[in-house]
């Protein structure tokens, strides 16, 4: 029995001996152990330019360098410029509308024109035919008018057609003398002051464009009207104008288209500020212009 407890005790011993410490950490197993994959190592990246770190708040930021100013556009040569502007002139002239010849009047249009004329009292004489100095320009039969109506005046005459003439004559006749007795029943209108008829030049006295009216005979421009009493009519804008030339003026031009198929009064346009225009152009339709 004793023997029996002496091997039991001797067993506890070694048992004893054999296990470790409690108190002694035991090392963890490393991760291939565990059967965790190995890691592969990262890739070495492509070398890309890396943000630099902010500067140090008593670091002085070098100033950036200023960009080169753009070079400049070399400009065309002579020749080129030349060059370029017979390019672009060459729209324009296509641009320009054919001019006609002079027409010829009709005989029997004429004859009654020129009689009817004389039977108003216009005082005019016939010309030979006028050849324009270019394409366009020109009366076939043109007339010289020097008076409009028995007691008006046209000063100086003007050349221009017989159709002119007319339109002209009766626009004195049953417009101008019955409104001037209206507006001003103690004067007499005598004379027009004749800003231009016959002249061969483009519309405005442009250097391109259409040919004027006044290059075919059949426009007259008006500046004033003498009176046998003070101070003359002169034609200017008088769309604000409240005396009765101011009036006056305003029903004679309204009126005058009537007459005439195109009439711009003084202030219509940048170019008839001190004259009233008017011409017998015909437009299809029987289209009148009036401003």
Same mark, same amino acid.
């Given at each position: ?64 360098? !200023?960009?080169?100013?753009?070079? !400049?556009? *070399?400009?065309?040569?002579?020749? *080129? ?11 324009? !002239? ?10 010829? *009047?009709?005989?029997? +249009? ?33 007339? +010289? ?90 034609? !200017? ?55």
């Amino acid at each position: 029995m004793l023997h029996r407890l002496m091997i039991v005790a001797a067993s506890t011993l070694l048992i004893a001996a054999a296990q470790p410490p409690q108190d002694v950490p035991v090392p963890q197993p490393k991760p291939e152990q565990d059967g965790a994959p190995v890691a592969t190592p990262p890739e070495p990246k492509s070398q890309e330019p890396s943000t630099p770190p902010p500067p140090a708040e008593n670091t002085v930021p070098k100033p950036e360098d !200023k960009p080169e100013p753009a070079a !400049k556009p *070399e400009e065309p040569k002579a020749d *080129e410029q030349k060059g370029e502007e017979q390019i672009s002139e060459e729209p324009k !002239k296509k641009e320009e509308p054919p001019r006609e010849p002079v027409k010829a *009047e009709d005989p029997e +249009e004429l004859k009654a024109c020129l009689s009817q004329l004389t039977a108003l009292g216009a005082q005019f004489k016939e010309l030979p035919p006028i050849k324009g100095e270019e394409d366009g320009c020109g009366i076939a039969s043109p007339i +010289e008018l020097s008076t409009v109506i028995p007691g008006i005046k046209l000063e100086p005459e003007g050349t221009m057609r017989c159709e002119t003439a007319l339109a002209l004559s009766k626009w004195a006749k049953d417009v101008v003398i019955p409104n001037a007795k209206i507006a001003m029943p103690d004067r007499n209108v005598t004379a027009f002051g004749n800003a231009s008829t016959y002249v061969c030049r483009n519309r405005n006295s442009a250097e391109t464009g259409k040919i004027s009216e006044h290059a075919k005979g059949s426009a007259v421009d008006i500046a004033t009207m003498t009176f046998d009493k003070g101070e003359p009519l002169v034609m !200017k804008p008088r769309g604000e104008d409240g005396t009765m030339e101011g009036a006056f003026q305003r029903t004679i031009t309204t009126a005058a288209c009537l007459f005439f198929r195109t009439v711009l009064s003084p202030g219509s346009d940048a170019t008839h500020q001190d004259h009233l225009h008017m011409d017998v152009l015909e437009r299809k339709g029987g289209y009148l212009y009036c401003r």
